[in-house]
């Protein structure tokens, strides 16, 4: 095969000058020296691999962050805004349909019947401060909001979150709502609130507040007032009050009787114990005990080996018996109906 000649027009070669198999050689070295190249140093790909996620992450971090800054500016700026968005007061905030109307339904079907005065369509939002429906309108944009400003129109912006139906500006309030705002002298009417605006999390979580410092909160203005406009919401919470006070007693009642269960089961160990090994100085006659006084690995060992005792000495004789002896006997028919081995267990009685 004729080698391709510099500055050559000269694209492609025919396969079929090829008589057998070729090498590859380096440019500008002597023909026939094969050149192998250095491998990489340990680390390099896996090291570049790494930057390259990093730096594509660091873009799309950025990326996001701009692009939000850009929906800032567009809102602050009112740049070919189309929409005036009058207030209670009188107020009027620049906007743009575009916005509105993919954020929210109900935004979108009140700039369609709108009416149009100079270039611009004019809607009102009322019922609540200007600076809510900003603090709301700036959310639609860039779902932004200062820290103080969420705190002191939470609960405003929860009833527009609700009326706008815009679902991830109600999840902030609610949260906002939870962690800096509930206390006992407004949970009553928060969760009023929360039941009209549709946010069962908070309304939960008021209940369970309720519910929690009940005295207190009974006592508060609000639960009066509440309890004159809302009769039937105070009587939905006391009857959950007496539901969850009677799942706490049952729930006690379980926890006891399961305490009593583990000292039966204690119990009957220690008794099988010292009818089969002996502990300290009690035991089957047919062993020696030691009289060693190590601690015993059975918790139990010690009131059974005192109650055994007791029982082989007992002469009380009275209509009704003595305690301790019946609740030895107890024991020995407990053991008795749950023996697995009646013909080779040592507990007396067992048979």
């Known amino acids: 095969m004729a080698p391709l000649e510099s500055g050559s027009s000269q694209l492609f070669f025919d396969s079929s000058a090829i008589?057998?198999?070729?090498?590859?050689y380096e440019c500008g070295t002597l023909a026939g020296t094969r050149v192998v190249p250095d491998p990489p140093p340990p680390g390099t790909s896996y090291g570049k691999q790494r930057s390259s996620r990093n730096a594509k992450k660091a873009r799309r971090v950025h990326g996001s962050e701009e692009v939000e800054d850009c929906w800032n500016r567009l809102f602050l700026e009112g740049y070919q805004a189309d929409v005036r968005v009058s207030t209670g007061d009188g107020s009027q905030i620049l906007s743009h349909s575009c916005i509105l109307g993919i954020r929210s339904p109900v935004?979108?079907?009140?700039?369609?019947?709108?009416?149009?005065?100079?270039?611009?369509?004019?809607i009102l939002i009322s019922g609540v401060p200007s600076e809510a429906v900003r603090v709301f309108i700036r959310f639609l944009y860039s779902s932004r909001f200062e820290q103080g400003e969420m705190k002191k129109y939470a609960l405003h912006l929860l009833v527009l979150s609700h009326v706008f139906s815009v679902q991830s500006l109600k999840i902030v309030c609610t949260d906002q709502l939870e962690r800096f705002f509930l206390a006992p002298d407004n949970v009553v009417d928060v969760l009023q609130l929360a039941r009209l605006c549709d946010a069962p999390r908070l309304s939960l979580i008021c209940t369970r507040m309720i519910v929690g410092d009940f005295k207190t909160i009974s006592l508060s203005e609000g639960w009066k007032v509440m309890r004159r406009a809302n009769p039937s919401l105070e009587q939905e919470l006391l009857e959950f009050l007496?539901?969850?006070?009677?799942?706490?007693?049952?729930?006690?009642k379980r926890m006891e009787e399961k305490k009593v269960y583990l000292q039966l089961y204690e119990a009957m160990e220690a008794l099988v114990h010292i009818c089969r090994d002996g502990c300290r100085t009690i035991g089957p006659w047919d062993q020696k005990l030691k009289g060693s006084q190590v601690v015993c690995?059975?918790?139990?060992?010690?009131?059974?080996?005192?109650?055994?005792?007791?029982?082989?000495?007992?002469?009380?004789?009275?209509?009704?018996?003595?305690?301790?002896?019946?609740?030895?006997?107890q024991l020995l028919e407990l053991h008795s109906r749950m023996c697995s081995t009646p013909d080779t267990c040592r507990v007396p009685l067992c048979r």
Do not use: Y
Not at 19 to 24: A, K, L, Q
Not at 107 to 122: D, V, Y
Not at 245 to 250: G, I, K
């Open 19 to 24: 008589d057998g198999p070729f090498d590859v």
């Open 107 to 122: 935004l979108r079907s009140m700039l369609e019947e709108a009416r149009i005065e100079h270039g611009f369509r004019n």
């Open 242 to 252: 007496v539901e969850v006070d009677t799942r706490r007693q049952e729930r006690a």
């Open 297 to 329: 690995k059975f918790p139990a060992c010690k009131g059974i080996e005192l109650l055994v005792r007791h029982f082989s000495a007992c002469k009380k004789r009275v209509p009704r018996g003595c305690a301790n002896c019946k609740r030895m006997w």
